[in-house]
């Protein structure tokens, strides 16, 4: 079965610092993998997916996470932290050969310092 | 805006009581997918409807059920409740065949 783990439930950066989010899939083939981003109070945005091709994907909002197969990673980055960056991160999986469910990690609040 | 609308933004109620959750997907999109996230379970795939025909099933209880009408919204329908149902009730939607859904505002559902 798919799983995704979200390490770290809580990341604190200074703002213009790196920003660096980790995931892990479980999966038997290369699933799918998704970010998304949730502001207080709202719903999930999409900040970017890999679904082939360029295992280096950019999203929007200056992120940007890369596919590594032999890590069975899709860490999200972004160059600057801005104090509007502090939400809640969630990576996703999503089987390819299956339905199109999406399985969630757990999260990570991102807190950003001023 | 996701394009993916949901009704009511807050519902309140007691346990025992049944409720009704509404989405309207973006226009064209024919799959509806519903979620639950709770602090305890975190986002939690409840189940897609496609065209009208349910597609996947999560952890759904019994419960509780949905439906997708012929002009593609949907509803989750919640019965007996309980308060651990207590919880953030997300639709989404997508295109046909498409991976990538686009979330509703969600629904905020509180049990007393």
């Known amino acids: 079965a798919q799983s995704v783990t979200q390490l770290g439930s809580h990341v604190s950066v200074s703002e213009g610092a790196l920003v660096l989010l980790r995931c892990n899939y479980s999966?038997?083939?290369?699933?799918?993998l998704f970010w998304y981003v949730q502001y207080p109070n709202q719903g999930l945005q999409l900040l970017l997916k890999?679904?082939?091709?360029?295992?280096l994907v950019k999203g929007i909002n200056g992120f940007e996470a890369e596919f590594k197969k032999s890590e069975t990673s899709f860490h999200l980055t972004k160059p600057s932290a801005h104090m509007s960056d502090a939400a809640e991160y969630f990576c996703a999986v999503s089987d390819r050969g299956g339905d199109d469910k999406i399985i969630f990690g757990k999260g990570t609040r991102l807190h950003i310092l001023p | 805006d996701s394009g993916v609308t949901q009704t009511p933004k807050h519902l309140i109620t007691a346990t025992g009581q049944r409720v009704t959750l509404r989405c309207s997907p973006r226009s064209g999109d024919l799959s509806v997918y519903w979620y639950q996230q709770s602090l305890d379970q975190g986002l939690q795939f409840l189940i897609q409807?496609?065209?009208?025909?349910?597609?996947a099933k999560g952890n759904i209880l019994e419960r509780f059920s949905a439906q997708q009408f012929p002009d593609l919204h949907s509803e989750l329908n919640l019965s007996s409740l309980e308060l651990g149902d207590s919880a953030l009730y997300f639709c989404a939607s997508s295109v046909a065949g498409g991976r990538t859904q686009y979330f509703g505002p969600g629904t905020r559902l509180t049990v007393l």
């Open positions: 999966s038997s083939v290369p699933p799918y």
């Open positions: 890999y679904t082939t091709g360029a295992t």
């Open positions: 409807y496609y065209n009208g025909e349910e597609r």
